[in-house]
């Protein structure tokens, strides 16, 4: 299902919101990594943000080799994404955005949020990702997808089950099996990483 969001979004700009700090950067990274290759292969245009300053130098660092254009800091948590909800998509058609929490818009960054196709969450926080499709989700038509820790399979789960997300990627495990399905040329660091925490599990038991 992720998969088949990604190549829908082909040529429409992508959102991705990277909401994890360094700490959890050993599994979210490959995701992120993955997609971002995927996004570019597709002709998609990448716009950045991030409600953490954290996160902000976690994607300045992931974002470095491709031609993204940064949206930044994102304040207010849900009522800063409720507004950037309504910047997107249709919303943007019926009432174009100027402001964003105190950020002001320019016109071309104005139309570049109109024109997003897809929104990607990259987090491992139970708040970020609940925020983001309860404040974004539900006030935008646009498709939202997210890609979590393995420890928050069962928080995006239900999300899936009731169509509020149109797709989700959990993990390590789940990544190297959505690299060899859908991306099989692409460098990434996912298998190298999951056999080393396949190791350290054997060892453990």
């Known amino acids: 299902?992720?998969?088949?969001?990604?190549?829908?979004?082909?040529?429409?700009?992508?959102?991705?919101?990277?909401?994890?700090?360094?700490?959890?950067?050993?599994?979210?990274?490959?995701?992120?990594?993955?997609?971002?290759?995927?996004?570019?292969?597709?002709?998609?245009?990448?716009?950045?943000?991030?409600?953490?300053?954290?996160?902000?130098?976690?994607?300045?660092?992931i974002t470095a080799p491709y031609d993204i254009t940064m949206l930044g800091f994102i304040?207010?948590?849900?009522?800063?994404?409720?507004?950037?909800?309504?910047?997107?998509?249709?919303?943007?058609?019926?009432?174009?955005?100027?402001?964003?929490?105190n950020l002001t818009l320019d016109a071309e960054l104005a139309n570049t949020l109109t024109d997003v196709g897809l929104v990607i969450v990259l987090t491992g926080e139970r708040s970020?990702?609940?925020?983001?499709?309860?404040?974004?989700?539900?006030?935008?038509?646009?498709?939202?997808?997210v890609g979590t820790t393995q420890a928050l399979e069962s928080v995006a789960v239900p999300y899936y089950a009731s169509a509020q997300i149109t797709g989700y990627l959990e993990g390590l495990p789940a990544t190297v099996a959505y690299?060899?399905?859908?991306?099989?040329?692409?460098?990434?660091?996912?298998e190298a990483l999951y056999g080393a925490q396949s190791l350290v599990l054997l060892v453990t038991a």
């Open 128 to 145: 970020s990702l609940v925020n983001w499709i309860e404040q974004v989700g539900v006030s935008s038509d646009v498709p939202l997808v």
């Open 179 to 190: 690299q060899q399905a859908y991306t099989p040329l692409a460098d990434s660091s996912a």
């Open 1 to 61: 299902a992720l998969n088949t969001a990604v190549s829908n979004a082909a040529g429409k700009t992508v959102l991705v919101a990277f909401e994890y700090s360094p700490a959890l950067a050993g599994e979210l990274d490959p995701e992120a990594e993955m997609l971002l290759a995927q996004l570019t292969a597709n002709g998609s245009p990448i716009l950045v943000t991030s409600q953490y300053v954290a996160g902000t130098a976690v994607a300045e660092k």
């Open 75 to 101: 304040p207010g948590e849900a009522m800063g994404l409720r507004q950037l909800g309504n910047c997107l998509g249709a919303n943007a058609l019926v009432s174009p955005c100027t402001s964003l929490r």
